[in-house]
Each structure stands twice: as C-alpha cells, then as structure tokens.
C-alpha cells in the first residue's frame, strides 16, 4: 500500500503547526499573567509602602506626642513638687506614711474568672479604709483646693501622688486615694529606676478636675519626685494630660496621607492595566505574526510535499513497471530452463511413439493384399460355377498360404500401439503439471493447497535439474493460503534451482512443509556446498550474483522476497558452508482447519 505523503504531512504538520500555536498562545498568556502578577504584586508592594507609611507616621507623631507630653509632665511636677511639695506635700506624705498597710497587703490575692489574681473584696476594701484615714489627715481639704487651683484650666485632668511604699495618699480622684500600686510597673520604674514612664490611652469615660469627660486620649505619666536640691526620690507622681486634638490633627493628617497613598495606589493600578491592555494588544499582533508566518510556511511545505508526492508516484510507478519487467525478466528465464527440459521430456516419448506408428504403418501396408484375398474368396463363394470355384478356391490357397508364411505380427503392432498411448499419457501429465505450474486458467488470487503445488513444482524442476539429483518430498496437512498461485511456484521452483546449482554432482533437495495453525513454512533444504559469511548479507540485494557473466541475472531472490513480502510472509535462511543451506518461506494461514494430503 502506498505511503500516503500529503495525508500524513497535512496531519502531522497541523498536529505540529496547532501544538506550536498553543505553544505560543499558552507562553503569551503565562507571560501576561506573570506580567500582571508582577504589576499586582507591585502595586501592593507600593500600597504596602504607602500604608507602612502612613502607619509609621501616624506612629512617629504619636510617639513623638508622647515623649513631648512626658517632657512637660516632668516639667510640670518638677515645677508644681517645687511650689507645693516642701510646704504641703511633705508632712502630708509624712503623716500618711504613719498608717499601716501591712495588714492589707498580708491578705493574699484570689484569681478571677479569666484567671488573673485580683484582690478580693475585702483587701479592696481595707485599703479604701486606708484612704478614708488618709483623706482624714487634718490639711487633706486645704492641700485638695491648693492642687485644683493649681491645676484648673489645664490640659492636666487628673494628679496622682504616691509614697515610697505604692501607696495613693492624693488623687483629685477622692475614690483612688489609700490604692496600693506597688505591683504596678509604671510606679516601681519611676520610684526604684527614677525613671519617667508614659502610656497613651483612650478613655470613653474620666472622672477629670473638672468633672466626668468622654471620649478622650489621654497621656498618663509616671514622674519621680526628687526633693527639692538633691536627687533623693521621696515621692511619685501621676500625671493624666488630655491629647485629644492633637490626636485628632495628626489622625487628620494621617487620613490625608492614607487619601493621597490611596490616590496613588489608583493611579498606579491604572497606570498597571494600561501597560497590561498594550501588552495583551502587542502579544496579539506578535500571535497574528506567528500565526500567518505558520500558515504561510504550511503552505509552502504543502506545496512542496505535493510537488514531492507527484515525483514519489511517478518514481513508484516507474519502479513497479521496472518490478514488473525484472519479474517477467526473471519468469522468463526461468521459463526458459523449464521449456528446455520439457523440451527434453517430450522428445523420448515423441521420437518412440513416432517410430511405433511408422512400423505399424508399414505392417498395415503388407496387410492390404491379404485384405483383397479376403475379398476375394468372399466373391468365389457367392460364385455357383464348381469348376471356377475348385480353380479360384485353389488360388486362394496359394494365397493364404503366402499370408501365413509373411513377417506381420499383430501382438507386435498391439505393443507398438500400447507404447504410443503410455507416450502421449506422459505428455499429457507434463502438460497439465506445466498448465497447474502456470495456473494460466485460474484467478490472480485464490485460496490454495501449498501441498499441490509443491507437488507441481517439483515435477517441473526434476525435469529441469540434473538426474543426479534427487528431489524429495516431506509434506505435512496445511491450512489454505491466500496467494497468486503463479507467484509463489515461480519463487518454489527458483529456491529448488538455486539448491540444486549449489549441488556440484550428486546430491539431495528436500522440499518440507509444516504449520502451527496461523502460519504455514515451506522449506527447501539442499546438500550444497553452503553460502558463505561474506556472500550471505548480500543474497537478497537486486542484481546481486556469484554466477560466472552470463549465467546469472542476480534478480531471483530479490524477486522472490518481494513477492513474499507481498504476500505478508517473509523468507528465513539458514546455511553452513560445506554442509547445505536451508531457505523457509513464512505466509499467513487463511485458516487453523488443514487441508487433507492428497495422494
């Protein structure tokens, strides 16, 4: 079956062309995605950036809020210890310290439902008993309206003042005096390290010098009290600064900076899909290129597969009538050998046959004479004349007996004839083995006993081959084969010659079949002198030949695989030199049932 050239290039190059394509149209979008990836990525880089920003500043201003509150925290105590703690504070403290707290403190904190320790109810309230005691301290009243002069329309809503030992002996909040804040960090930093510690809260509700306040960012200090002109702490303080507006200007600020990273962001998005969209719009024109580049080049190679297709057909053409004509090259001169030896077949049963029917012509010439005499003796009898009768009855006499003494034979002509119908019987045996060899009156193709046509074939050959040769026969039941009946006894008597050429004077051919069911093998086996190494590679090449110029036109066994092949088998060798070689001819069995061996 031809190679169908356009077919499969079409296929294969629209299967190649297509997966380049997709190729292209899977990297292009991978490429966008990675683009628009790497742009989403950078714009919330940048919005990361933005954000951290305002995040930081919004941070630095309330940083920087604290620490320039806590600056005028300590400036505001230091000030207010000098103008109120050596007159005022002083014995106050002094008297307050003299009320014990240890009883209070020896009661042992109780954890609350999240599990913290809290103290219990009635620790609570030993120190708020403390606190009554220190609120009834004579002077509390007096040194109470001295702190909310001093601190009254200022940003300071609430004072506190602590002892050494943690103890709130004043607040402007009454209720938080006689607290114990001992355990508190904000306190033990600024009473043990002498170090100022600030927080910034938001309280929704305060109790402040001037009433309850809502809503409100407050600043709460921790402030040691140093005795005045020295560095020795006698006191800490806590100081609540109202930061609300300036809380609400830098989150003002900072909302402005969120708007404006904001804006950016957008544009920078935008700015992202429009370099997106030009990207897409450059990856389409770059995929209509490619696409019409592809096109363009399919069409051109499909111009020239076609081109090339043409070419093949003719070539292949023109390789099977050459085919044909070795074929019928190599037929013929097999045919050739064959007429010759049938030549020789004929001329021994035609040469004696013609000399029979020579003599027993001759013989039938001597018997004419005897015939008139019969003829004769008929007319005398019918004649009544005695006289004539005695007289011609006498001459008849005379003639018979010359009859009887003559040389014809007619058992002899009998034999004569007998040779000459065994001659034209195997005259007509050649011509029917000739007429099966060539199954001249047969289809092309037809389903076929091997075993007959063996049988066929080595008839033909043993009229060809040398008679010293000996053809033998092993075969074997064989399923029917699908062939050209011609073909394959052209290739069965071309294997039987090339053995019997191998053979230098006497020897043995034997022609075997076998089958296991789906193949069928037909080997011819010789006693011939062998192939050798350098020779076997080369047998089935066309005009390949060891044969003298003249004798050989090296097509038989390529011709013979070809029709083999043609046939779906193939040809096996095997050969060792001075010992013989074996050819195998494999086809495929129409079916597993065999065919009986005829007689």
Request: net charge negative; proline share 3%.
């Amino acid at each position: 079956m031809r190679f169908r050239l356009v077919r499969y290039f079409t296929v294969a190059s629209l299967g190649v062309f297509g997966l380049v394509a997709g190729s292209l149209v899977y990297f292009e979008h991978q490429q966008g995605e990675s683009f628009k990836q790497m742009k989403e990525e950078q714009s919330a880089f940048f919005g990361e950036v933005q954000q951290g920003f305002a995040e930081r500043q919004d941070a630095s201003a309330r940083r920087d809020l604290l620490a320039i509150h806590e600056a005028g925290n300590v400036n505001l105590t230091r000030l207010f210890a000098n103008a109120l703690w050596s007159s005022d504070f002083q014995p106050f403290v002094a008297r307050a310290q003299a009320i014990d707290v240890h009883q209070c403190r020896a009661m042992p904190d109780v954890p609350d439902a999240s599990g913290r320790m809290t103290p219990p109810p009635e620790k609570k309230a030993c120190f708020s008993e403390v606190g009554r005691q220190i609120m009834a301290i004579p002077g509390f009243a007096e040194l109470d309206a001295k702190v909310y002069d001093a601190m009254k329309k200022s940003t300071v809503f609430k004072i506190k003042v602590f002892d050494l030992r943690g103890i709130t002996i004043y607040s402007s909040e009454h209720a938080q005096i006689g607290e114990d804040k001992m355990t508190n960090a904000g306190w033990r930093g600024a009473a043990l390290d002498g170090v100022a510690q600030s927080e910034l809260t938001h309280r929704d509700t305060f109790s402040a010098f001037e009433g309850v306040v809502e809503d409100r960012d407050l600043i709460s200090s921790y402030l040691p009290v140093l005795e005045p002109g020295s560095a020795k702490i006698v006191g800490v303080f806590e100081v609540y600064s109202d930061v609300t507006p300036f809380l609400q200007q830098i989150e003002a600020t900072s909302a402005q900076i969120r708007e404006v990273a904001e804006a950016n962001q957008r544009r920078v998005e935008a700015a992202g899909v429009a370099g997106l969209a030009a990207i897409d719009e450059a990856s389409n024109r770059q995929l209509a290129v490619v696409g019409g580049l592809l096109a363009l080049l399919f069409v051109a190679l499909l111009l020239i597969v076609r081109r090339a297709d043409r070419i093949i057909v003719e070539q292949e053409r023109d390789r099977e009538h050459t085919h044909q004509q070795l074929t019928q090259s190599e037929k013929m001169a097999s045919l050739g050998q064959m007429v010759a030896g049938v030549a020789h077949q004929l001329n021994t049963p035609l040469a004696f046959s013609q000399n029979n029917v020579l003599m027993v012509k001759d013989a039938l010439q001597s018997m004419q004479y005897p015939m008139k005499v019969a003829t004769r003796m008929s007319e005398i009898l019918r004649d009544v004349d005695g006289d004539h009768v005695t007289l011609k009855v006498v001459r008849l006499k005379q003639n018979l007996d010359q009859l009887e003494n003559g040389s014809v034979d007619v058992s002899m002509l009998q034999e004569m004839l007998t040779d000459v119908l065994d001659g034209i019987n195997q005259m007509s045996e050649l011509v029917v083995n000739l007429r099966d060899f060539t199954r001249l009156d047969r289809a092309s193709t037809t389903r076929a006993d091997l075993n007959k046509s063996l049988r066929t074939v080595a008839y033909i050959a043993k009229t060809v081959i040398s008679k010293d040769i000996q053809v033998a026969e092993e075969l074997t039941e064989l399923p029917a084969v699908e062939c050209n009946v011609s073909q394959l006894n052209q290739v069965f008597l071309n294997l039987i010659n090339n053995a019997a050429q191998a053979i230098d004077g006497a020897g043995r051919i034997v022609v075997r079949t076998e089958t296991d069911g789906n193949t069928v093998r037909v080997s011819v086996a010789d006693t011939g002198k062998g192939i050798p190494k350098d020779v076997l590679p080369h047998i089935f090449d066309l005009y390949y030949t060891t044969k003298p110029a003249g004798e050989g036109t090296g097509l038989g066994l390529a011709i013979a695989r070809d029709i083999v092949r043609e046939h779906g088998g193939d040809i096996e060798v095997r050969t060792e030199v001075g010992v013989g070689t074996t050819f195998t001819v494999v086809l495929p069995a129409c079916e597993a049932q065999t065919l009986p061996l005829a007689a």
